[in-house]
């Protein structure tokens, strides 16, 4: 097994339940977009790294606490609002869904 951060499963997992519960909440649906709200929070929370099956269940679970949930919520909610604010792509560009 290679060396995993487990944060960003729960970055990618909490973003897109978010998403797909508020679709408003991105002014722009792009991949760009996305991967840079994913950065964003993942720059902003501290990584668990593994390199076992074993390692990545037991983060798995220490990831499931209430507290971690709402952190991870938390630096997501804010990284929307940055990348809303200032994305990183061409503006003129054409979205195709």
């Known amino acids: 097994m290679i060396v ?6 729960e970055i990618n997992r909490q973003l897109q339940t978010y998403l797909a ?8 649906p792009c991949q760009q977009c996305r991967n840079d709200i994913i950065a964003l929070a993942a720059n902003r929370l501290p990584a668990r790294y593994t390199a076992s099956t074993e ?4 983060a798995g679970f220490e990831l499931q606490s209430k ?6 919520f938390k630096v997501i909610i804010q990284a ?6 200032a994305p990183r ?4 560009r054409q979205i195709t869904p």
């Open 21 to 28: 519960q508020e679709p408003e909440a991105l002014a722009c």
């Open 55 to 58: 390692g990545r269940l037991l």
């Open 89 to 92: 792509h061409d503006p003129h």
């Open 67 to 72: 507290q971690v949930q709402l952190d991870v």
């Open 4 to 9: 995993h951060n487990c944060v960003l499963d």
């Open 80 to 85: 929307t609002r940055q990348v809303n604010s």
